[in-house]
Nanobody, 124 residues
């Protein structure tokens, strides 16, 4: 059984930075598949943020975060990372990581078979 656990959320001021981590517990070969981040505010639609392919590391980003966020995998640690810079109030949301995209195509707006419990990011 695979479990994804996010951490690194918090409250920052506009223009600040945060790095989110998604630790993989259980079958760590999961890190070799499509993984990504999405976010959601209460009462709003889920929004895809970023994704990274398992094999060649090809990355995909939403237009709203392109150039500010970087998704990567720490294979040694068995974790998915999201480095966020120049944060804006509209980035405020609960951020979730996901693994094993439902579609064969790995993109920033993929849906996933597995997801974590989320970590809150607040930008004031």
């Amino acid at each position: 059984q695979v479990q994804l656990v996010e951490s690194g959320g918090g409250t920052v001021q506009t223009g600040g930075s945060l790095t989110l981590s998604c630790k993989i517990y259980g079958d760590t070969s999961t890190r070799r598949y499509c993984m990504g981040w999405f976010r959601q505010e209460p009462g709003k639609e889920r929004e895809g943020v970023a994704a990274i392919e398992g094999d060649d590391g090809t990355r995909s980003y939403a237009d709203s975060v392109e150039g500010r966020f970087t998704v990567s995998k720490d294979l040694a640690a068995g974790a998915l990372l999201l480095q966020m810079t120049d944060l804006k109030p509209e980035d405020t949301a609960v951020y979730y990581c996901g693994a094993h995209s439902v579609s064969p195509v790995c993109r920033f707006n993929s849906n996933y078979h597995l997801r974590g419990q989320g970590t809150q990011v607040t930008v004031s």
